[in-house]
């Protein structure tokens, strides 16, 4: 199983960092993620300069799609032809977005009244997409994940390895990554926000 996260210039090292570190302690288990780009190299909003693991067409290979964010999101969504290169499908895909990440599925059509989590800055742009925004760090409906706030990445990275791999191989990651002292404290609580914010569709 494959996971693109997919990364755009003047992104958060945070989302797509710690979404895939996280991500890839399950190689052995055959999820492995892998930083997909639009541009061979990417820089960071910080000015890291990352060069891409896959290109943009990856995406629609991969079994999961976590769409990062960062402060170009807005000249992301407004270019028609980067959009195109984004053909996502939920019904075989598991699709996750960060913070403004929202603003991609906004674009994409692909939330169909479903509200999101997204952070504070971006917050009134994806309310102009008229979509609604909680105030909670990660929700999810059917295949279809948002979480909001550069920490938060945690708990989309618990999602997906939940979602394949089963709860208690999240449960193995985020113990071994945890703060020395506070590894249940740390475990319990990504998997108390992913069940409460997770809602099965029929």
Known sequence: MRVAVVTFDGFNELDS?????LINRCRK?????????????VASMNGVEVTGQ???EFVTE??????GSGVKAREVVADDRLISRLPLDPSRQLI???CSGALVLARLGLLDGMPVC???KSRPFVEARNVTVLDAPFHAEGNIATAGGCLA???LATWVITRTLGEDAARDVLDYVAPVGENQDTVERALRAIHAGEVVRY
């Open 29 to 41: 288990d055959g999820l492995e993620a892998f930083i997909t780009t639009p541009t061979l190299v």
């Open 62 to 67: 991969a079994d999961v799609v976590l769409i």
């Open 118 to 120: 997204t952070d504070l």
């Open 54 to 56: 896959r290109p943009m």
């Open 96 to 98: 996750g977005a960060q």
């Open 153 to 155: 990445s945690q708990y």
């Open 17 to 21: 960092f710690i979404a895939s570190a």
